[in-house]
């Protein structure tokens, strides 16, 4: 069955430093996948798109790869903030979208 | 103006009971969508509309049962509610049903079953 895992539940990284968060998916070739963040108590927050044509798509501060043969997105946050700190939520679409689990990102000040 | 806007925010009702959630979305989209998130925080789709035509209906208890009157709105229908039925739903929306279409999420509804 379609699986998608992202890295870790949670991930603490130093204020300035880059965030780097991991999905893998297995049973699964889509055509695009997605990142969001969620903060508590709100809904997901679409981010960005790639399509699985891309190797790399970039917007502001966060970069995004998408290795179809290893099967694995990475999502860059350089210069990371405090105010970055929030839950990453990886989506891979084909007939339908389907979320992985999420990272909690806390960035320490 | 909210662009996804579900009511109510918190519902909380005993076992058995009979609840309904509500949601409208201004943005002129022609999709939308139902999504539970559990304690483990996992996003699992549950139903999706595109022109008020049902096109997903994940597996899920026939004790939900998803309305859309019209495109701007797609109501959730709980009967005889259990307490694994607790969770935050989420309503979305999207401009097609096509998974390269970014989705809009509702503040979420959380649900508690006592």
């Known amino acids: 069955s379609q699986k998608i895992e992202q890295n870790s539940e949670a991930l603490n990284i130093q204020e300035g430093k880059t965030a780097t968060l991991t999905c893998n998916y297995t049973?699964?070739?889509?055509?695009?996948l997605q990142w969001y963040r969620q903060d508590p108590g709100r809904g997901p927050v679409f981010l960005l798109l790639?399509?699985?044509?891309?190797k790399e798509k970039r917007k502001e501060r966060l970069k995004v790869t998408f290795d179809t043969t290893l099967k694995q997105s990475l999502f860059h946050i350089t210069a990371s903030q405090p105010a970055d700190s929030a839950t990453y939520l990886c989506?891979?679409?084909?007939?339908?979208?389907?979320f992985g689990k999420g990272t909690r990102l806390h960035i320490l000040p | 103006d909210t662009a996804v806007s579900q009511t109510p925010k918190y519902l909380v009702t005993q076992m058995g009971n009979d609840k309904s959630i509500k949601c409208e979305q201004n943005l002129g989209h022609d999709t939308m969508y139902w999504y539970k998130q559990d304690s483990k925080k996992f996003l699992k789709i549950m139903f999706s509309y595109n022109n008020k035509e049902l096109i997903i209906n994940e597996t899920v208890p026939n004790r939900f049962s998803p309305k859309s009157p019209d495109k701007a709105h797609l109501n959730l229908h709980i009967n005889s509610l259990e307490l694994g039925d607790s969770a935050v739903y989420f309503c979305?929306?999207?401009?097609?049903?096509?998974?390269?279409?970014?989705?809009?999420f509702g503040p979420g509804t959380r649900l508690t079953v006592l």
């Open positions: 049973n699964y070739s889509p055509a695009y």
């Open positions: 790639i399509r699985e044509n891309e």
């Open positions: 979305a929306s999207s401009q097609s049903p096509f998974s390269y279409n970014e989705q809009f």
């Open positions: 989506a891979l679409g084909d007939d339908k979208i389907i």
